[in-house]
T-cell receptor
Framework: NAGVTQTPKFQVLKTGQSMTLQCAQDMNHNSMYWYRQDPGMGLRLIYYSASEGTTDKGEVPNGYNVSRLNKREFSLRLESAAPSQTSVYFC?????????????FGSGTRLTVV | DQQVKQNSPSLSVQEGRISILNCDYTNSMFDYFLWYKKYPAEGPTFLISISSIKDKNEDGRFTVFLNKSAKHLSLHIVPSQPGDSAVYFCAASGTGYGGSNYKLTFGKGTLLTVNP
């Protein structure tokens, strides 16, 4: 019953450091997503994976890379963190529920870059 | 270019009164609309949805109205309760399996505060 699990929940990075945010879902969903939430900006799509083996850029992909490791896991990597990447990051997965895709979100990773 | 707009960043209402949250969209290809609710330190959770073939959908205290000609939808919460205090996101997509319909476009959210 875990749904979408994100690790870590909190992280502080120094400018220029790298890290990978992990996401795993146990609902056998095909599609997975990474969003960031910033004050006054809502949820913005960083990258998504429509199905295992595919990834595509979303609205704000610069500074990020992703890997769809298998159907369950979708990771987000910051190669050289910048203060502008301070945000709350949400992973989500979706399934066809007819007539639309139902999303399940993780509880988020709060990242601070100093 | 913002395709889903929530122009009110915040809304404050008294317990027991009606809360009305508004959302506008510009993309005519959208024909399915959803509302998500988000508490602090949690991920968004699905609240209610409506298809463009309907103008109203009701679920308990929550009702969503759609005015397709005006590209406007609203979420009504009656009566409002303190536990409803959260950020509400409006989202939109196309209908049907496949294509790009698995991608949701979200508004910026409205913070609702229900005062006891």
């Amino acid at each position: 019953n875990a749904g979408v699990t994100q690790t870590p929940k909190f992280q502080v990075l120094k400018t220029g450091q790298s890290m990978t945010l992990q996401c795993a879902q146990d609902m056998n969903h095909n599609s997975m997503y990474w969003y960031r939430q910033d004050p006054g900006m809502g949820l913005r799509l960083i990258y998504y994976s429509a199905s295992e083996g595919t990834t595509d850029k979303g609205e704000v992909p610069n500074g990020y890379n992703v890997s769809r490791l298998n159907k369950r896991e979708f990771s987000l990597r910051l190669e050289s963190a910048a203060p502008s990447q301070t945000s709350v990051y949400f992973c989500a997965s979706s399934e066809w529920t007819g007539p639309y895709y139902g999303y399940t979100f993780g509880s988020g990773t709060r990242l601070t870059v100093v | 270019d913002q395709q889903v707009k929530q122009n009110s960043p915040s809304l404050s209402v008294q317990e027991g009164r009606i809360s009305i949250l508004n959302c506008d969209y510009t993309n005519s290809m959208f024909d399915y609309f959803l509302w998500y609710k988000k508490y602090p330190a949690e991920g968004p959770t699905f609240l209610i949805s409506i298809s463009s073939i309907k103008d109203k959908n009701e679920d308990g205290r929550f009702t969503v109205f759609l005015n397709k000609s005006a590209k406007h939808l609203s979420l009504h919460i009656v009566p409002s309760q303190p536990g409803d205090s959260a950020v509400y996101f409006c989202a939109a997509s196309g209908t049907g399996y496949g294509g790009s319909n698995y991608k949701l476009t979200f508004g910026k959210g409205t913070l609702l505060t229900v005062n006891p």
